[in-house]
């Protein structure tokens, strides 16, 4: 059977004029049933709908900060700054998307995309918002560290795939959703409150979330919100 076409977007290599992308969100496509290619962002912005056209579904990967001024902010100085030219094309590539109603999942800085493109806002740098019982967020070294989400809709996307509503993610991000983009829900929340889950309803499958699932791929519950991912796409390619 021929497998659906997975764009995925790809973050730089600072010191050279290198693309770069984690080889673990090809793997976790790629077991999942799908065919995973990378999507250049230094080019042509007209070439985006050349691009989806050759594909059945598009993941956004993670990468660095967003620029705040998108929301009306100043960046913090903690921040690392995303490239200007990756974020111009996530959001003409996530406007084409939308117009297609293609299946998007979106991971870390890819669900801050979805969400700051449909006018939300985002928490900069997560120490500074404080809560009863905080969670240490962010990738201090221990890349075994996890903690428990929430998933608060049971007819979510993510829900339906894991079968529960509970699950244990990996730990690795300082920024999240702060004020929730236009027609967007939350899905999943961590213990402190911050959250780690967004969809469209409205939409076959517009899915993001702040944890990172590819680094866990090999596990169960993290392959299937992939393979659910898939299953759309597939959909979408018959």
């Not at 977007?9 to 976790?28: E, G, N, Q, S």
Request: one cysteine or more; hydrophobic letters at 35%.
């Amino acid at each position: 059977m021929q497998r659906p076409v997975i764009g995925i977007t790809v973050d730089y290599v600072t010191t050279k004029p290198h693309y770069m992308l984690p080889w673990t969100y090809a793997r976790a496509i790629e077991a999942a049933g799908g065919l995973p290619v990378m999507l250049p962002y230094k080019t042509d912005i007209t070439l985006i709908v050349q691009y989806v056209d050759h594909c059945d579904g598009v993941l956004l990967a993670g990468g660095d900060d967003l620029d705040p001024s998108l929301w009306g902010e100043t960046y913090h100085d903690k921040a690392q700054r995303i490239d200007p030219d990756r974020q111009r094309f996530e959001f003409a590539l996530l406007a084409e998307i939308e117009r297609r109603k293609m299946p998007v999942l979106g991971i870390c800085l890819g669900s801050q995309v979805m969400n700051v493109y449909r006018g939300g806002s985002l928490h900069q740098f997560l120490p500074d918002v404080m809560s009863e019982n905080p969670i240490e967020h962010r990738l201090t070294g221990d890349w075994s560290r996890r903690h428990e989400v929430t998933i608060t809709e049971p007819d979510s996307h993510v829900a339906r795939a894991i079968g529960r509503l509970t699950v244990q993610t990996n730990t690795s991000h300082k920024q999240a959703v702060n004020k929730l983009g236009s027609n967007l829900r939350v899905t999943a929340v961590a213990s402190d409150g911050i959250i780690e889950g967004i969809e469209d309803a409205s939409f076959p499958f517009y899915v993001g979330v702040q944890w990172h699932p590819e680094r866990q791929h090999d596990e169960a519950d993290h392959h299937a919100i992939f393979r659910r991912f898939i299953e759309h796409c597939r959909f979408s390619f018959c």
